[in-house]
Each structure stands twice: as structure tokens, then as C-alpha cells.
């Protein structure tokens, strides 16, 4: 019944549940250790061709045309812009660094752990089609933009759903983080496992954060 007469906040408390449950977090490391064991193998590669021409005999939906601009979500630079911005209004509002610290070391630490990832795996980029699409210099499993946007807009809905509860953060963090996973693919800058890499590293920097900001500044678990 009452997902009938709130099905906006019953979905939102959902996604809510779904990302920051213990056995989720457990699930998603546990995953990216088998992924990261056998992307090389046939069945991922052919998961990684099917996705890839998919992504380029597609039609050319205003999500698709508009790839590039919904990637700017997913930028570093972009996160640092918006996780400053974030910290420094509440720092405002609250007088108290309770918020900020966490706010800062989930941005840290999720592009941090990406880059050591990164050097660990040293997967090259994928091979493009189009000349439009412009090279990226690093490497590419997991996934930078998906992980770090999982992991900081989903901890800007845990903190900003304490304070603003009739917003229905969660769900607009899945949102932007779906246009960022669709952008990764339909560009072609990743590989599908480096997107599903990235997811499941996400939620793992997800909840670390978490336990930083509940363990560290409030005092609790």
C-alpha cells in the first residue's frame, strides 16, 4: 500500500537499500575480482564485441548524441568542482566539518583507488572507429568516470537526504550515474567489463565512505 501512495520515495528507499547493504558491497568486491581474473577470457570478450556493436549500429537517440556532454558528469574535474562546491555549502550552513571531511575523502579516495587500479591492470583503451571520439591517454579497467560517479553522488544522496529528506536523492544519483555508464559505452572509451568493473568498484568506494563518515565523524556504525 504504500508503495502504491509513494512509489517516487519507495523506489528511492530501494535504490537506497540496494547500494549501501553490506551484502551488496560484499557482492560488488567479490565480483570485480572474478572480472578482473577473466575479462581476457572468450566469453567476456565476446560480451565486450556484442556491446560495442551494439553501441554502434544503434540508433542516434538524444542520449547517444548527446554522449559527450552527459561524460562531462563523470570528469575529475568535474567531481572535484562539485564535491568543493558541495562541502563548502555546507560548511556554510552547518559551521562544522562533520560533512565536509567525508565529502572530500570520498573524491579522494575513489579517484585514488581507481588510479592504483589502473597501474595494476594496465588495460590498454579499446581500438575507435571514429576519429571524432578523442583518445584517452590512461588506461582504461576499471572505468574512472563510473566508478567515482557511483561513489560520490550516491554519497552526496546519503548526506543530503538526512537534511533535505523530500528530494529523492538516490534516485537522481542513479540518474546521473546511468547517463555517465551510457556515455562510457556509447563513446566507445571503454570496454563493457570496464564499465562493469567500475560499477562494482563504485559501490565498494560507496560504502567505505560511508563507514568513514559513520565511523570517524559521528562516532558510530
Given at each position: 500500500?504504500?508503495?502504491?501512495l509513494?512509489?517516487?520515495?519507495?523506489i528511492?528507499?530501494?535504490?537506497?537499500?540496494?547500494?549501501?547493504d553490506q551484502?551488496s558491497v560484499l557482492?560488488s568486491?567479490?565480483f570485480?575480482?572474478?572480472l578482473?581474473?577473466?575479462y581476457?577470457?572468450?566469453?567476456?570478450q565476446k560480451?565486450d564485441?556484442?556491446?560495442?556493436?551494439?553501441?554502434?549500429?544503434?540508433?542516434?537517440s538524444?542520449l547517444k548524441?548527446?554522449?559527450?556532454?552527459?561524460?562531462?558528469?563523470?570528469?575529475a574535474?568535474?567531481?572535484?568542482?562539485?564535491?568543493v562546491?558541495l562541502?563548502?555549502?555546507?560548511?556554510?550552513?552547518?559551521h562544522?566539518?562533520?560533512?565536509?571531511?567525508?565529502?572530500?575523502f570520498?573524491?579522494?579516495?575513489?579517484?585514488?583507488l581507481?588510479?592504483?587500479?589502473?597501474?595494476?591492470?594496465?588495460?590498454?583503451?579499446?581500438?575507435?572507429?571514429?576519429?571524432?571520439?578523442k583518445?584517452?591517454l590512461?588506461?582504461?579497467?576499471?572505468s574512472g568516470?563510473v566508478?567515482a560517479s557511483?561513489?560520490?553522488?550516491?554519497?552526496?544522496?546519503?548526506?543530503?537526504?538526512?537534511h533535505?529528506s523530500f528530494?529523492?536523492?538516490?534516485?537522481?544519483?542513479?540518474?546521473v550515474?546511468?547517463?555517465?555508464i551510457m556515455?562510457r559505452?556509447?563513446?566507445?572509451?571503454?570496454?563493457?567489463t570496464?564499465?562493469?568493473?567500475?560499477?562494482a568498484?563504485?559501490i565498494?568506494?560507496?560504502n567505505?565512505?560511508?563507514?568513514?563518515?559513520?565511523?570517524f565523524?559521528i562516532?558510530?556504525i
Amino acid at each position: 500500500m504504500y508503495f502504491l501512495l509513494h512509489p517516487i520515495s519507495s523506489i528511492n528507499h530501494l535504490v537506497a537499500r540496494i547500494v549501501t547493504d553490506q551484502l551488496s558491497v560484499l557482492a560488488s568486491l567479490i565480483f570485480f575480482i572474478f572480472l578482473s581474473l577473466n575479462y581476457k577470457k572468450p566469453f567476456w570478450q565476446k560480451a565486450d564485441d556484442d556491446i560495442k556493436l551494439w553501441s554502434n549500429e544503434s540508433k542516434d537517440s538524444f542520449l547517444k548524441k548527446r554522449s559527450e556532454d552527459f561524460a562531462l558528469f563523470g570528469n575529475a574535474i568535474f567531481h572535484i568542482l562539485f564535491s568543493v562546491v558541495l562541502a563548502i555549502l555546507f560548511f556554510i550552513v552547518k559551521h562544522s566539518t562533520s560533512e565536509v571531511f567525508p565529502i572530500l575523502f570520498v573524491l579522494i579516495f575513489s579517484w585514488g583507488l581507481n588510479r592504483l587500479t589502473k597501474l595494476i591492470y594496465k588495460r590498454e583503451r579499446p581500438e575507435y572507429s571514429s576519429n571524432v571520439v578523442k583518445r584517452r591517454l590512461s588506461y582504461c579497467f576499471p572505468s574512472g568516470h563510473v566508478m567515482a560517479s557511483i561513489s560520490i553522488y550516491f554519497f552526496s544522496a546519503v548526506i543530503l537526504q538526512n537534511h533535505i529528506s523530500f528530494i529523492p536523492w538516490y534516485l537522481i544519483a542513479l540518474l546521473v550515474s546511468y547517463f555517465v555508464i551510457m556515455s562510457r559505452i556509447y563513446l566507445n572509451h571503454h570496454y563493457f567489463t570496464d564499465v562493469l568493473g567500475g560499477i562494482a568498484m563504485g559501490i565498494f568506494c560507496l560504502n567505505i565512505s560511508i563507514w568513514f563518515y559513520f565511523f570517524f565523524v559521528i562516532g558510530q556504525i
